[in-house]
């Protein structure tokens, strides 16, 4: 399984296309829309929010019952990618409704200064019905009957929220209800039991790879709460996520980039002060798939990347963008905290006050201003890149086995 190890974009979508070509089936197990996998191979882009990425190998790519599901997104990747691969969605997994998107819209600007800083693709909310058994699920697409009466059911609350708390528009019930019943017969054919499918196929030793979206410090549970997602990003949820048993996973590849990037609200101890925040920007073109917005940059944590080894049992590191790193004379790489009562630590704090308070310690490592694209392995990189590669590996006791110097599906370095 492929899981973000730092706050997201880390290019899960990029490793888990490589991965994907030697796997059947691909599967998500959490999260919706808010995510953003940008895949480039044979000159194409591809920018994926909801169906895995698997479907663009030809792979048969799975959302499973922890995801939420968007059916306008959906439809929209099938128009784009239907008929690269093979789809199946379970019935299980919960639709994010119009009220869903409009009350994280609106829940973010009462907060005003205190925001979250949300995609605003209604995931909360989607999530915290589906935790008050208020949510509308996917298998309830497949009666006209039963989709419109729970429908109808929810609007009466919502409906009275957003008037009176939120202040904004309700929604109508026969225009919800007719663009569900026409997003219904579109995804009907592609409802199955997919925790059913999974364990078949593996049973049958097909190889199964999962998705992570978001990431380890964005994790509902584990995460920088509450600057997270409402969902569980990290690896032991896939199981749950997809409904399997915890020994199937075999391998555990965490993804991080070769810095660090965050997009919205939150502590972050390793952001990079003023213009060289905006050069690192530029230079990795650091801007949100899915919003456009920019991301904060920082240098290399591994304080917190220990952590995601942790949480996650990663078990390989795939190390990504590399390549833009080469623009820097010095790299710091933050090896410790500096915590309040001025003592050093390896460890992520585990109280919210003390990650908000704590200071990076840096280790200076040498740059190697050059470019990376003529290398085809990580032998072949040269000594400061390498020593850099070495580092993590040391400090982590964890071994780098993919590393990232281009975008595209090709620009991977493997050890060998
Ligand atoms: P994801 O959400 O984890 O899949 O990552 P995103 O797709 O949101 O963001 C990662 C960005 O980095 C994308 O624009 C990728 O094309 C790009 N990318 C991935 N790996 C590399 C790499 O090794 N080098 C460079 N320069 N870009 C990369
Ligand atoms: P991928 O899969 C980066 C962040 C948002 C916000 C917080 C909560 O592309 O790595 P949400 O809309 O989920 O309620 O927002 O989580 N966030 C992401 N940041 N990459 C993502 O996905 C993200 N998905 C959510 O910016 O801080
Ligand atoms: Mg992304």
Sequence with gaps: MVVGAQWGDEGKGKIVDLLAQEADVVCRYQGGPNAGHTIIFGGETHKIRQIPTGILSGKVAVLGAGCVVDPEVVVAELDAYGERGTFCLSGNAHLIMPWHVAIDQASERRLGKLQIGTTRRGIGPAYADKASRLGIRVQDLLDPKILRQKIEVALAEKNLWLERVYETEPFDLETVAGQYEGYAQRLRPYVADTSLYVDTALREGKRVLFEGAQATLLDLDHGT???????????????????????????????????????????????????????????????????????????????????????????????????????????????????????????????????????????LLEGWNEPLDTCSSVAELPDAARSYVEFVERELEVEVTLVGTGAERSSVLTRA
Excluded at 292 to 302: I, Q, V
Excluded at 334 to 345: A, I, K, L, P
């Design 225 to 363: 709460y509450p600057f997270v997602t409402s969902s569980n990003p990290v690896a032991a949820s896939a199981a749950t996520g997809v409904g399997i048993g915890p020994r199937r996973i075999d391998h555990v590849v965490g993804v991080s980039k070769a810095y660090v990037t965050r997009v919205g609200e939150g502590p972050f101890p390793s952001e990079i002060a003023g213009s060289e925040q905006e050069r690192m920007r530029e230079l990795g073109g650091e801007y949100g798939t899915v919003t456009g917005r920019e991301r904060r940059c920082g240098w290399l944590d591994l304080v917190a990347l220990r952590y995601a080894v942790r949480v996650n049992g990663i078990d390989q590191l795939a190390l990504t963008k590399l390549d833009v790193l080469s623009h820097f004379a010095e790299l710091p790489v933050c090896v410790r905290y500096r915590t309040r009562d001025g003592s050093e630590t390896h460890d992520f704090p585990a109280h919210q006050s003390d990650f908000h308070a704590a200071e990076p310690v840096y280790e």
